[in-house]
Structures are given as structure tokens and as C-alpha cells.
């Protein structure tokens, strides 16, 4: 890779898992609007939910995710309380005719929960909303949380897939990030989750963290290799202080400078690669027999808050503080908040305190984005079959850079605006050339590569 182009292409930009981005929604979206969207949910929506946990009992320094740290329980239970208000709140205001088809546990530890609560809170889900028949129930894990008790509870409510945060498996940066984990944790978990029947299991790794070298990035593919997961996300680290500043704890100093960045992700993508496993998108990897690998050969490859999926619901319900639920006219997001999370929803249910409703033109690139970012294409005339003339703005974007592109980034062949090998990396850039909003508010985002 040309150092230049590197550095020409490093800026900050959106990871694009939403379209808007979240620091373009706005306070004129509230409780009264969710309700409308949720009454409007009918026998032909396929519903996903996401529940979020948001407790840790230890803060890792690299995480930029709402969740907080507590060393005790009663926290989690009046939180809890909440939680399966809401849920019967949002239940009773969708259509029983509406099928859940995905349920995806994140947070936070969500394995931090006691395994009776656990099972109370699939019942409760199970209660308010109707399931179809095997539904894909996911849960992000943390290893120090968990025993057989837990293993068995997370069994019993039905898990399918286990999400493992690795990050690296070296001593230094694991005390450098706050993140203890040893490989053989990581391997007990795989081991239990495997023997009770779960079907899939994620890894995620992280590369550009304090300390981190080629050297040990590749010890800590060479061992989650080892295990055998189904999926491995590759995930970039995003320094970002100014809006999580636990984040300031780690040392600037030691962390790798874009070109290190770059070599860390192509050579693990590499092993990976090596090693049977299918690039999925620009972080993802996985098995060829899994579906999200089917679903990327088949250009139903999908992109929401939790990354690359195959979940093609009509509509993803965020239960939970700081949650986030897209649903057809829009996105809409909880208060984050704890504390006044639970006020809101004592009081009346809902907690919904920001969002944005989705114009046609918001649509219309929505849909583009995330076909770049899933596909690295964009066919324009099935954007004119499937918008008219509102793409015809698009149209004229791709063309333009297609014609001003002197880095080999994109070709345009007929109406297929196609990133090459050379652009792929830098397919977020690509993707902000057709974002109307970016420039405009006070987001700030994390570094391309």
C-alpha cells in the first residue's frame, strides 16, 4: 500500500452501521412518535430485538460502549425491573401478528446477569411478543462472568450463537487496556457453549491497541484460529476520547500510527484468509458453510448496530437504556441514562428521547451505503427501479467521482459503480461521498483504517 494514499485516507468517517449516524438524531423524535411506529408494526413485519445490558463488573479502557461498572447486584435487579417494564410496554403496542425472528443480548456483560434472571427475561420477551419457530437468540460474553449455572441458564433460554470479546491475548496489552483474559478462559467458554448445543460462535478481535505489534496480533489469530469459531470479527480499535473518557487511561504513546494500523489488519485478514475462512465486508470473517458467508455470496449481506449479520427483519426493537431500534419510518434511541432510563419508563413505559424519520432521499442512501459497505458496489439502475428519480442524485455522485478518482479507488463499468481491490480499505471514505449529513452537527468518528 502506498504510504501516501494511506495518510490520504485515514481521516475520521462513520463506520456506517446506521444511515443517518446516530449524532444526527434529534430530540424531535420522543414517546409519542415511537408509539405511532411500534402501533404501525403489522402481521407483515419480521421483528429482531436487541436487549441491552448496561453493567460491567470491570471497565475495559478500550470499550466505547454505554455500559458502566458495579461490584454489586442490586444495580442490575432494580435495572432489570425496568428492563421487563419497557418490554411490556413496547409488547403491547405491536401487532401479536408481527413475528420475532432475532434476539441479540449485548451490553455491557449481559453473562453478568444471575441465571434465574436470565430465564425470567427470555420469558418475559416470550410473554409480550410472539416468536417463530427457532429463533436465532444471540448473547455477547465476557469469560471471567461465567459458570455452569450460567452455562446452563443461557442453554435453557434457547442461545444459538456466542459472541466472545478477545481483543489480543498478549499479558502487556491486556493489562494496558484493563482486559485480563487468558486463552485458556476463552477456551473453556467454547468448549461449555459447544457441549450444550449452541450452534455458532463469534470471536472478536481488535488490532491498533497500545503496545500491539504484528508479533503479538499473530500469536492471538494463530490461537482463536485454534478454537474454531464459526465467525471472527476483525475490528479496528476506535480511540475516542472526547466521548469516552476512560478512554484518556490509555497511552497515546503506545498506540500504532495509521501505517502499523494498516499492517496489523492485512496481515490477520490474511491469516484468516489462510486459514479457510471468507473475508465477509471489511472486518468480518467466516466459514464457508456459515450463513453470513451464503448470505454475502448471495447479496442478502446486511449491516445494523451489531456489524454484518443476516438478519433481514423489517424492524430492530432496542429494549433497554441507550438502545437503539430501527424500525420502517426511522430510527429512534433510548435515553442513556440508567438512572433516568428507569424514571421514564416508571412513569410511562417508554424512554424514547431521540431519532430521525427517514425521508426518501435518507432511503435512497441508506440503502447505497450499505451496499458498499456489504457488497463494495452499487448497481444504479436497480437504484432507478427502486427509488426513481430521487437516485438520480446518487447517480450523478458516483459518476463524478468515478470520473475525478486518480487513486484506482472505484470503476464505473455501464451502471455497476464497483470499489476495487485498491479501495476496499477505504470503502467508509467511498461510502461519505454520498452522505448528506456528515460535515453538518458536532460527530466526531474514529480513523478510517
Known sequence: MNIDLLHKYSGAVPRYTSYPTAPHFHEGIDNTTYRGWLGALGHRNRLSLYVHIPYCDRLCWFCACHTKHTLKYEPIAIYLEALKQEIAAVGALVSPDAVVSAVHFGGGSPTMLDPQDMQDLMDCLRRHFT??????????????????????????????????????????????????????????VVDAVRARGVHSVN????????????????????????????????????????MKK?????????????????????????????????QIGIDHFARPTDTLSQAAQAGALRRNFQGYTTD?????????????GRLPQGYVQNMVAT????????????????????SQDDHLRSHVIERLMCDFSIDL?????????????????????AAGDRDGLVRLDADIFAVTEVGRPFVRNIAAIFDTYLGNGRGRHSVAV
Open 203 to 242: 470471536c472478536d478481535i481488535l488490532y491498533g491497541l497500545p503496545f500491539q505489534t504484528c508479533e503479538t496480533l499473530k500469536t492471538t489469530v494463530d490461537q482463536i484460529v485454534s478454537l474454531d469459531p464459526d465467525r471472527i470479527a476483525l475490528f479496528g480499535y476506535a480511540h475516542v476520547p472526547w
Open 339 to 358: 438512572g433516568e432510563y428507569q424514571r421514564m419508563v416508571g412513569e410511562g413505559g417508554l424512554a424514547a428521547v431521540k431519532g430521525i424519520e427517514l
Open 381 to 401: 439502475s436497480d437504484l432507478q427501479h427502486r427509488f426513481g428519480k430521487v437516485s438520480h442524485s446518487v447517480r450523478d455522485q458516483a459518476q463524478q467521482f
Open 312 to 324: 433481514t427483519a423489517d424492524a430492530l426493537i432496542g429494549l433497554g437504556a441507550s438502545s437503539i
Open 131 to 188: 416468536f417463530g419457530l427457532a429463533p436465532e437468540i444471540s448473547v455477547e460474553m465476557d469469560p471471567n462472568d461465567l459458570d455452569d449455572s450460567r452455562y446452563d441458564a443461557l442453554a435453557a433460554i434457547g442461545m444459538s450463537r456466542a459472541s466472545l470479546g478477545v481483543q489480543d491475548f498478549d499479558d502487556k496489552v491486556q493489562k494496558t487496556i484493563n482486559r485480563i483474559q487468558s486463552f485458556e478462559q476463552t477456551k473453556s
Open 246 to 278: 476512560h478512554q484518556s487511561l490509555i497511552p497515546e504513546h503506545a498506540l500504532p500510527d495509521v501505517a502499523e494500523r494498516y499492517r496489523q489488519m492485512t496481515m490477520a485478514g490474511e491469516m484468516l484468509r489462510q486459514a479457510g475462512y471468507s
